[in-house]
């Protein structure tokens, strides 16, 4: 008989209870005060939730012994009896369930944050591409690089461009970088651009000066080692082609660029910056490190998001989340109805404002992932 969700819950953390009260009497760990604080914090926490499970399979045997009688009885006032017995029952394991998901998803949400602290603080991997919009969308990706480039330099982060694909005429369709800080906390404020940028302005093109709207898509990922995504070359097709990009004469005249394709998944990744097909070989591969770390999470956040409102939008990257309307000098960030009028200024790479409003909200809330 297949478990429900709830008990494999309650068993799972049934067997992180006992770890914890066999690891919190060792001499080492007594002796460690943090640590030990840590626990002991967990320890009272789980306690609340073993104490429900015991109490919820006390009614569980309950509820079969009185569907026994229902089934099998043929005393009539027994069967008032037992059915009466039935309906408090059943309301008293709806009331554990209840208290037992509040409490479960108070566990989850403890373990979510400090995973998200510890995630905030790697380095990142920006990725650009054009939308709806044809040559303006481009364009616009090539003018969002270069506001996230000036915010770079503010904060003395570095950056490197990893694959460039150039647009028709100017811009980008694509672009993806890989920044980096020694001091980290790259991903913990880039995580907030995740999401579609809209721009309204008139193309150069427009001869009758008509304000047009095109997007481009931002994805932000976490950079990831190897040991922590594991990925079998077995799933991964691998392609060589020459470079279009910015390698000089070298890099055209050999097959030195790479495109991966993770068969599992259907990601595929390019890197073609690099001279050599082996460096731009390991850029690819963590890439799609990041990419399918970043598929793993969102799946466990849905899970999480599944029982209970989101006050922003999620991490889905369809979500428009900014507009840059260029007539009227003005940035509007949709998930928390900011609107800075200084486009100019913001376009220069003064975009830590919105950052850090969106920070503020994720303490607030505690729904860092429905962020980003």
């Known amino acids: 008989m297949k478990r429900s969700p ?187 651009e995740s999401g579609v940028h809209r721009v309204q302005r008139i193309p150069k093109t427009e001869s009758q000066g008509r304000v047009h709207t095109s997007a481009i898509t931002v994805a932000v990922f976490p950079q990831i080692k190897e040991v922590e995504v594991k990925i079998n070359f077995s799933d991964i097709k691998k392609d060589t082609f020459r470079s279009s990009g910015s390698g000089g004469q070298h890099v055209n005249k050999t097959e030195s660029a790479v495109r991966l394709t993770h068969k599992p998944s259907k990601i595929t990744v390019e890197c073609q910056e690099e001279r050599s097909q082996h460096k731009n070989f390991e850029k690819a591969m963590s890439i799609l490190r990041s990419k399918i770390y970043q598929i793993e999470k969102e799946k466990k956040l849905k899970k999480i998001s599944l029982k209970r409102k989101s006050l922003v939008s999620t991490g889905d990257r369809s979500v428009k989340i900014r507009t840059y309307n260029y007539p009227r000098n003005r940035v509007t960030d949709h998930r928390i109805n900011k609107s800075i009028y200084n486009l100019t200024g913001f376009m220069n790479g003064d975009i830590h404002e919105i950052i850090n409003l969106l920070k503020d909200l994720e303490k607030k809330t505690g729904l860092s992932d429905n962020i980003s």
């Open 6 to 192: 709830l008990v494999e819950k309650f068993e799972e953390f049934k067997k992180k209870f006992h770890e914890i009260s066999k690891s919190i009497i060792q001499p080492n760990i007594i002796s460690n005060r943090k640590k030990y604080k840590i626990l002991l914090n967990q320890y009272i926490k789980l306690e609340e939730i073993v104490f429900l499970y015991e109490k919820y399979n006390k009614n569980i045997l309950l509820l079969q012994e009185v569907n026994y009688i229902l089934k099998n009885d043929s005393d009539t006032e027994l069967k008032e009896l037992a059915l009466l017995e039935k309906e408090k029952i059943l309301e008293t394991l709806s009331s554990i369930e209840k208290k037992s998901y509040s409490f479960l998803f108070s566990l989850s949400d403890d373990g979510m944050k400090e995973e998200t602290k510890k995630e905030d603080q790697r380095n990142a991997i920006v990725e650009l591409r054009s939308g709806t919009g044809g040559n303006e969308a481009c364009l616009f990706v090539e003018d969002i690089l270069r506001m996230y480039v000036m915010y770079f330099r503010k904060l003395n982060w570095k950056y490197k461009i990893i694959h460039a694909q150039k647009g028709g005429i100017k811009g980008f369709k694509e672009i993806v970088l890989d920044v980096n800080n020694e001091k980290g906390g790259v991903y913990g404020n880039l995580k907030f």
